[in-house]
Structure formats: C-alpha cells, structure tokens
C-alpha cells in the first residue's frame, strides 16, 4: 500500500512539472521544429494557445498518467508535443523526473508529419 502511495506522489509530481512546462514554460525548455517555425506568428501562437489550454488527458492517451504527450488538431494541422527527462547536463535520460533538481525537461512541439 506505502509503495502504491509513493507512485502515485511521484506521478503526480511529474505531471504537475510537466504541466508548468507545458502551461506556463516554467521548469525547462520548449523546442518547436522547423515544420512549425517555419508557419506565420500568429499559427504558432494558436499553437502554444491550444497546448496550454489542453486538458484532454485519458488513460488511452496518456496511460502513465504524467501529462507528457499528446496530438491535437490545432487550425486543420495535427501537432504533436511530448516532454522528455534528460540529465542536468542534457546527455542522458533523468535519473528521476519527478526532481526537478537533477532532470531538464524539454518540450518539443513538431508537425505531425514530421515526427
């Protein structure tokens, strides 16, 4: 019972992490591919509008429970963004995401055609 307590701590600690990334670009770092940098201002802030305001998260799409990934239909475009934990030097994968002291968060928003 202690172990399945601790889980779901760390999970929610990660998604709350992971939801400052994504709603408010606090905790790490946001990349857009060249797909969407490459579209007008006003599409990319649409983009970030619909990525911020998302909160479609369903045991299908999000099975882990750590609000890292999803696909929206965003203006006709399916846009993918997904969160990934990497070390402090950005090497390698977190030792542990739900410490925001030992893991960099980066968030990249691509086209879908581009993943």
Not at 6 to 24: F, G, H, K, S
Request: with cysteine.
């Amino acid at each position: 019972m202690e172990q399945t307590a601790n889980v779901n701590r760390r999970t929610a600690e990660i998604q709350r992490l992971n939801d400052d990334l994504r709603r408010y670009g606090r905790g790490g770092r946001v990349l857009i591919t060249y797909g969407v940098g490459a579209l007008s201002v006003p599409e990319v802030n649409r983009i970030f509008e619909a990525i911020r305001a998302f909160d479609g998260f369903t045991g299908d799409n999000d099975p882990f429970g750590e609000h890292d990934c999803a696909v929206q239909e965003i203006d006709g475009r399916r846009i993918i963004w997904k969160i990934d934990y990497y070390d402090r030097s950005r090497q390698y994968g977190s030792p542990d995401p739900a410490n925001p002291k030992v893991t960099c968060r980066v968030m990249t928003v691509m086209l879908a055609e581009e993943y």
